[in-house]
């Protein structure tokens, strides 16, 4: 099974399920396989993810040498955690149209990031402009396959996902230091847990104001 490869936000309904999200869920729960999405290409996709890592393997310390609480990663039969964001400009999610499913690029510049991104949207707030998303990496830019919209810059407001690889229990009310799943600077990053759900799976958490730390001097 391919779990790199994404439905294109059509939400056609041909595959059966109601969203191409509803989709990507009864596939991880095998109810469905990804030949059951009229849009998928078992040999394009096997050929593009043949030179793609798709484990990562989490050292103790950050690229730094500074220790993190735990590790965020994906909730059950999803890609990534998710990350919550707001363009500098919050009023470009409508004049871009931006849209459940859309591919979206920006620089998480209000958090210091040097690294573009690229988001698979999961929902798009037109009052306030936040985006809650998927980080899906840059060969979905790449492919040509789907229209990606740039707003260029964003803040990092919040990330949800399990905690794993725990070293402090996640508390809510506390800043605590953490590594997102897949970050490509294995950097610390640190926020506030505003919410804790002990699932099978481990904790399900929301962490936000959320700042990449290059310190543990941060009290």
């Not at 939400?11 to 969203?19: H, I, K, P, R, V």
């Not at 793609?52 to 310390?61: Q, T, V």
Request: charged fraction near 25%; charge should be negative.
């Amino acid at each position: 099974m391919n779990h790199s490869w994404l439905p294109p936000g059509k939400n056609c309904g041909l595959c059966g399920e109601n969203s191409c999200r509803s989709f990507i869920r009864a596939v991880h729960g095998q109810e469905k396989t990804y030949e059951d999405c009229p849009f998928y290409d078992e040999k394009h996709h096997a050929r593009a993810a043949a030179d793609w890592e798709l484990e990562a393997d989490y050292p103790e310390r950050d690229v730094l040498g500074h220790t993190y609480d735990f590790v965020l990663q994906p909730l059950p039969g999803e890609i990534s955690a998710r990350k919550i964001v707001l363009p500098f400009r919050g009023d470009l999610v409508e004049k871009l149209e931006i849209r459940e499913g859309d591919l979206v690029l920006g620089r998480p510049m209000g958090a210091g990031c040097p690294i573009p991104h690229v988001l698979r949207v999961i929902e798009a707030d037109p009052l306030t402009g936040l985006l809650t998303t998927w980080v899906v990496g840059p060969k979905f830019a790449r492919d040509g396959q789907q229209e990606v919209k740039n707003v260029s810059a964003y803040h990092m407001i919040g990330f949800e996902g399990i905690a794993t690889a725990i070293r402090k229990d996640p508390t809510i009310g506390c800043r605590m230091t953490f590594l997102p799943g897949f970050c490509m600077m294995c950097l610390n990053h640190t926020g506030l847990v505003n919410m804790v759900l002990e699932k099978a799976e481990g904790p399900h958490i929301r962490i936000e104001d959320v700042r990449i730390l290059a310190t543990r001097d941060w009290d």
